[in-house]
């Protein structure tokens, strides 16, 4: 479980971060949703670290993350699997490389273990046949997945998604929204996702956080997104023609 | 004020590439690699370019010396001196700056805009030392080398023109090679290598690092990483000359 409780954070004159507090449970696909601009890519790297907040505490499993040096937040981040939005595959290395790395770096493994458990990791995203491929030699589907794998090599307690579907078509991005769901379940992670995809919302989002102007505006579960009478949520789930016409239909 | 804050920046960031690395044996492998990138990549730039300037600085000096009381050996003693005291590392280090300059500045900026370098952090490993330090130890390893190399291979260049155009005998070039050497030399432009190496490596490493932006600031990161680092190296080959020679 992952709490927030009064993040703030800002950027010189830019308040970003107005207060955010929420929880994320394990075992559970926890959704950041809001428009371009709102600040849940922000909060996406606040909670991990990667930028430091001003204000407030980001609590891992009773860890106050927040108030921890960099030494004893590395013990948190290798419980940490990260997707990005485009990958982050290290160009240089291939793709078994790249789901081994974690494995060479933080644990005591042979190489024969290594290889093992990056394998399992592989089909478990369903990548085979691609191990001594580099990044730029496979589609960007694959390259999440790889990605996917790579996140989840160390058997991470929290796994993060930042725009997981992003550039990808939409029979793959369900492939990935599915894998993810899988994962979550099958690892007991806590997974958050920042998305603005509503069709990801949809199928597998359990718990659903709507960050508007910095400030989180909205929380509930994605049928409950559906019914909500929160003007500017409705305008954000219902921005599209197909969205409102299901609207009117009355689901 | 802007140098102040860089200053401070480039500061921090060497602070953090000199922590304690997290798995000696992944960053052995590394500079292993590096050495071979930045270095062995290199080799064959610096033996052409050495070549031919240990051909053009003797035969500009054979040129030049048409008094008949200025011995011909002088030309030999030239080429030797401008090749171990300025050629072989200052101009060398001029021309790496610009090739293993750039190549480190679009690397890691490249790392840092698609996300790779954040990857790294969010994992718990020390990006900057990871990525920054296996390239400063490799360059002061195999730069050095480069250097010596450089020098042999200029005075041959040098001969070699004597041998081809005739400008001198090349009996005189051999005795103006042997003739008042004074072996300090090859260790000052040892040290100025070794301090050059720093530059072009740690410099470059400072600007891909605080890319942000996209494909364009890595560009701009590229050649700033290029011109600061010749400048740094103009003026220490400077202080340093100033410091060992004067």
Redesign the interface.
């Known amino acids: 479980m992952i709490e927030l409780i009064g993040v703030h954070k800002s950027f010189g004159e830019n308040h970003v971060l107005k207060g955010v507090s929420t929880v994320f449970n394990q075992g559970k696909v926890n959704m950041i949703i809001g428009q371009s601009g709102s600040g849940k890519t922000v909060l996406l790297?606040s909670i991990?670290?990667?930028h430091e907040i001003d204000e407030g505490q980001i609590i891992y499993d009773n860890r106050v993350f927040s108030e921890m040096n960099n030494k004893k937040?590395?013990s948190i981040?290798?419980e940490?699997g990260?997707v990005?939005?485009?990958g982050?595959?290290?160009?240089s290395a291939t793709v078994e490389e790249n789901v081994m790395?974690?494995l060479?770096?933080?644990t005591k493994m042979t190489e024969e273990e290594r290889l093992e458990r990056a394998n399992f990791c592989l089909k478990r995203v369903n990548i085979e046949n691609a191990n001594k491929r580099f990044p730029a030699e496979i589609s960007g589907g694959m390259q999440k997945r790889v990605a996917i794998a790579r996140a989840i090599v160390l058997n991470p307690r929290y796994l993060f998604c930042d725009e997981p579907n992003s550039g990808l078509d939409p029979k793959t991005a369900i492939v990935i929204d599915n894998l993810i769901k899988e994962l979550t379940q099958e690892f007991n992670t806590t997974t958050v996702i920042n998305t603005h995809d509503m069709n990801s919302v949809a199928e597998i989002g359990d718990s659903i956080v709507y960050v508007h102007k910095g400030e989180k505006w909205w929380e509930g579960s994605s049928k409950e997104i559906l019914l909500s009478d929160n003007n500017e949520l409705n305008d954000f789930v219902f921005a599209s023609d197909l969205m409102k016409k299901i609207k009117n239909s009355g689901f | 004020m802007r140098i102040f804050f860089h200053f401070g920046r480039y500061y921090l960031l060497l602070a953090k590439v000199f922590a304690r690395p997290e798995k000696t044996k992944i960053y052995f492998r590394q500079i292993i690699r590096e050495i071979d990138k930045l270095g062995i990549n290199s080799l064959g730039i610096v033996i052409i370019i050495s070549v031919f300037m240990g051909a053009v600085i003797t035969l500009q000096s054979s040129y030049n010396l048409e008094n008949p009381m200025i011995p011909l050996y002088l030309v030999g003693l030239t080429a030797r001196d401008s090749m171990i005291l300025e050629f072989s590392s200052t101009i060398v280090g001029l021309i790496l700056a610009g090739k293993v300059g750039s190549n480190i500045a679009s690397e890691i900026g490249t790392m840092r805009v698609t996300e790779q370098i954040d990857a790294l952090e969010i994992m718990g490993v020390n990006s900057a030392s990871y990525l920054i330090l296996p390239k400063i130890i490799a360059a002061l390893l195999i730069n050095p080398f480069l250097n010596i190399i450089s020098m042999i291979v200029g005075i041959l260049g040098g001969y070699i023109a004597t041998v081809i155009t005739g400008a001198i005998p090349a009996p005189d070039y051999i005795d103006g090679l042997q003739y008042s050497f004074i072996p300090f030399y090859v260790t000052y432009s040892l040290i100025k290598t070794v301090i050059f190496a720093f530059i072009i490596t740690s410099v470059p490493a400072y600007h891909g690092y605080y890319t942000f932006g996209g494909a364009l600031e890595v560009g701009k990161s590229s050649t700033k990483a290029v011109v600061y680092s010749s400048v740094l190296i103009l003026l220490f080959n400077v202080l340093l000359t100033q410091l060992l020679l004067a």
């Not at chain 1, 982050?88 to 160009?91: G, N, P, Q, S, T």
Request: hydrophobic share 45%.
């Open positions: 790297k991990i670290g990667l937040r590395k981040r290798k940490i990260m990005f939005q485009g982050a595959l290290f160009d790395y974690p060479e770096m933080f």
